[in-house]
């Protein structure tokens, strides 16, 4: 498995920090009153119940919430997650293409 760059950001820490700077130092923000730690806009995400009077999504809880901000970050990024870390989907590729018994060390851009 290849080993994630600086630039490559650990999905989970990044989840996480986006939830904290939605939430503030407010306990009752809309992000936890929504279930949605990244405040994503309500677009039929897995999970979602519907959504608030400004179109923010609203799940069944945070850890439906936090999936789809962790899906969102994959989507629009161009990664794919391998276990909790980001690659770019070339990377991906390379290693499945890799023949069996050899070693890929560099991705093709």
């Not at 309500?42 to 919430?65: C, M």
């Amino acid at each position: 498995m290849p080993q994630a760059t600086q630039s490559q950001l650990n999905v989970d820490q990044w989840a996480e920090g986006i939830a904290q700077y939605e939430q503030g130092s407010k306990p009752d923000a809309r992000s936890v009153r929504n279930n949605n730690p990244g405040n994503l806009k309500y677009a039929k995400q897995f999970g979602a119940t519907g959504y608030d009077k400004d179109g923010f999504a609203v799940f069944e809880n945070k850890e439906l919430g936090m999936k789809a901000l962790k899906e969102r970050k994959v989507s629009v990024f161009g990664l794919v997650a391998v276990g909790s870390t980001t690659v770019p989907r070339h990377s991906v590729l390379s290693i499945a293409i890799t023949p069996p018994g050899r070693t890929r060390v560099s991705a093709c851009s």
